[in-house]
DNA sequence: ACGTTAACACTAACGGTTAGTGTTTTGGAA
DNA sequence: TTCCAAAACACTAACCGTTAGTGTTAACGT
């Protein structure tokens, strides 16, 4: 505890990350995914091959940077919520504000690039799965209710699949509702007892056992 | 349409890539599949490298040789149920098979190999993706009532969903009934007018439109 | 019998990734 | 202040999956 998680050496790694992760991005708009090769973003970055490796695990991780935060958000929105707000309901709030964050129009460029490299769609699938497992852990640990195991699981599927869905329909917030009456649907399922599905709020202790 | 299908051109191709896959599968298990190269199998089955490229696209699709089977099952079991057979049921029929052909003992050794190895974890996610999306385009063309595009789109990835999560369970078959309960529900939310979802049988003609 | 097609082979390379090795910078302790 | 251990960084060289380019051979249809 005698550093304050702050010191010059772990700033410095963070810009340099930062500045490998941006130049990445620049050049990959610039000139295309496929066209820019790892040794163009080191040299343009002024850094070694070897360095690069050292911050990114692989090319595609340089694209999507920041998936640590899609991480969080959704974790903590299954754990973080107010004591009286329903779970479900907490979930399509955050993939609503998630979906609409990456179809706004300053990220489209980015979202194209995505779309149109296989390599980097196949990576963002593998990534839904971390994060799948993570919040299945969450719920897991937050849920009110003593659902299985398999139903954690399977919930933390359906919302991610949920945002993966809404992102290619036609009208993503819609649809990010749509698909969300039916995992409510089939939440309501795994609860023991709750006998009407319009109550004014899902909570209320469904007993234990 | 003069050949009948089975010439001795397309047999000797056949057997070509039987003999290849045979190969790689019997070395990747003897050995470690990261353990063995592309030119290994190409050495050991007596073809050039490219000979081994043109019948399969990367070295992970060495593994899942027999994916096209799992595709069409799942189809099949869309299109093609009894007129009277309600989807949902005849989808977790299918599933249960195909789980439990997974599950066998003679089929563990490679399963092992699979969950061992990230790249043919997330070769076999993107397959699964793939198998979603043919799903999904079956739903839509069999379903006899008018459900939207997402809807049968989400249907699909939950049914994929249910095979990945039920072979990771401790008790796959329960699994998959205990998910597809929540399919189930999750389905009915979408037909427009079903009143008790305690029905006899799902189906019997919503209206259109 | 013959031209077309497609499977197959070979060499050489491309591009992402890693190993091995050494140098510099940094934070903390003596 | 001085010195040490750790960690970031650099460089070379390679490994390995994959593809391009170029031929050669064998089978099918006419």
């Known amino acids: ?47 070694a091959v070897t360095t690069l490796f050292s911050h990114f695990a692989s090319k595609e991780a340089l694209v999507f940077e920041r998936d640590d ?64 497992q993570s919040l299945a852990e969450a719920l897991a640990a937050a849920t009110d209710v003593p659902q299985s195991v398999t139903a954690c699981r399977t919930l933390a599927r359906f919302v991610i699949d949920a945002y993966a869905l809404a992102r290619e329909a036609t009208d993503p917030q819609a649809a990010v509702d749509e698909i969300f009456e039916m995992i409510e649907a089939a939440w309501q399922v795994t609860c023991p007892s709750v006998s009407g599905r319009q109550g004014p709020a899902g909570r209320g202790g469904p007993q234990p056992g």
């Open 1 to 47: 505890m005698t550093v304050p998680t702050t010191g010059r050496r772990e700033r410095k790694k963070a810009a340099t990350r930062q500045k490998i992760a941006d130049t990445a991005l620049r050049l990959f708009l610039e000139r295309g995914y496929g066209s820019v090769g790892i040794r163009d973003v080191a040299a343009e970055a002024d850094v």
């Open 69 to 132: 935060d899609f991480e969080q958000r959704l974790t903590q929105a299954a754990t973080g919520r107010a004591p009286d707000e329903p779970l479900i309901p907490a979930l399509r709030r955050e993939i609503h504000a998630l979906v609409r964050h990456c179809t706004a129009e300053s990220a489209a460029p980015v979202w194209r690039m995505i779309e149109e490299s296989p390599a980097l769609r196949e990576y963002e699938e593998s990534m839904r799965l971390r994060h799948a």
